[in-house]
């Protein structure tokens, strides 16, 4: 059901904890990620720590229209298809900027974050906050990317995307499903297949919050189309290196004052629903911020 008590924030319509309780998911998922041999992956899990009730499903809204618009092709600037910027060992994967077709420039960040902009724009800032399990956030995207991508392309905007985990642990397997993504998307240091990445991860969402998915072999194989196949990536992805870290940013989105995914933070102000509700909305929103 819906929370109407999220004041000058994204209300209902995606998924966050309800007001005044503590967010915390825990640690990363117990046990080995579906399709992997026995045994625990990762870091050791975070203690638990007292836990509010679970999270509030919100409505979507009704009438969303899905807006058909060719993607912007994206080219990387530096190419290394043996190992697509995993790091072995445990190392942190190398981040590279990358090109945009048109002149825009896709840069990640060391918080798992991608800014996508032209050189020197820094506003409007525009931040998306997404949890790549959250079907409400697949929808947001198909409406709304190919806009941002418009729009960063011709100047207009600097777009952040910052993937995070919205599911407590009681909201298995949406928060497994959620953390094992949110890792891999980490593993591609390399900011254009970052951005094609994101799109294959929406692509292949589970069915329902109630479907394991996101195995970490299909997450490796989602790469494989992109040229990343080394076996770096697969070590990062396989072992959830940056399962902890997810978590970790996603606290600090949450203190920051996120309430639920998707949202979109706009020169630092939460936008509320009817100023996303369709890719016009939204892009009205940006260009009179600018």
């Known amino acids: ?21 503590p967010w915390n998911p825990g640690g990363p998922p117990a046990g080995p990620p579906p399709g992997m041999p026995g045994g625990p992956y990762g870091p050791p899990p975070v203690p638990p720590r007292k836990r509010g009730p679970g999270l509030v ?45 048109g002149g825009a420039q896709a840069v990640p960040g060391s918080d ?17 906050f997404e949890d790549f399990a ?9 409406m709304h990317d190919p806009m941002l991508k418009e729009l960063a392309v011709a100047g207009r905007a600097k777009v952040v995307f910052r993937p995070m985990v919205v599911f407590g642990t009681s909201q298995r397997p949406a928060y497994d499903n959620s953390v094992r993504a949110a890792a891999a998307q980490r593993c591609l240091g390399d900011g254009a297949r970052w951005l094609a ?12 919050l109630d479907t394991p998915g996101f195995r970490v072999e299909d997450l490796v194989s989602y790469a494989a189309p992109l040229g990343i196949t080394g076996a770096d990536f697969r070590t ?55």
């Not at 499903?57 to 995993?86: E, M, P, R, S």
């Not at 990445?197 to 329902?208: E, F, K, R, S």
Request: aromatic share 6%; glycine share 16%.
């Open 236 to 290: 990062c992805v396989t072992s959830q290196r940056y399962a902890r870290s997810v978590l970790d940013v996603s606290r600090g989105y949450v203190a920051s004052g996120l309430q639920g995914t998707p949202s979109v933070r706009l020169d630092g102000t939460w936008l509320t629903s009817d100023r996303t509700s369709s890719a016009d909305a939204l892009r009205a929103a940006i260009e009179s911020a600018g």
């Open 197 to 208: 990445y994101q799109d294959a991860l929406y692509a292949h969402q589970p069915a329902t």
């Open 57 to 101: 499903i919100g409505l979507i809204a009704a009438g969303v229209v899905v807006l058909a618009v060719a993607v912007i092709g994206i080219v990387a600037l530096t190419k290394n298809d043996d190992d697509g910027g995993g790091g072995g060992g445990g190392a942190a994967v190398e981040l590279r900027t990358g090109e945009i077709a």
């Open 112 to 128: 798992g974050s991608l800014a996508m902009a032209r050189p020197g724009v820094e506003r409007p800032l525009v931040e998306i």
């Open 1 to 21: 059901m819906g929370n109407p008590s999220w004041p000058g924030q994204q209300p209902p319509g995606g998924y966050g904890p309800p007001p005044g309780t």
């Open 134 to 142: 959250c079907d409400h956030c697949g929808t947001f995207d198909k």
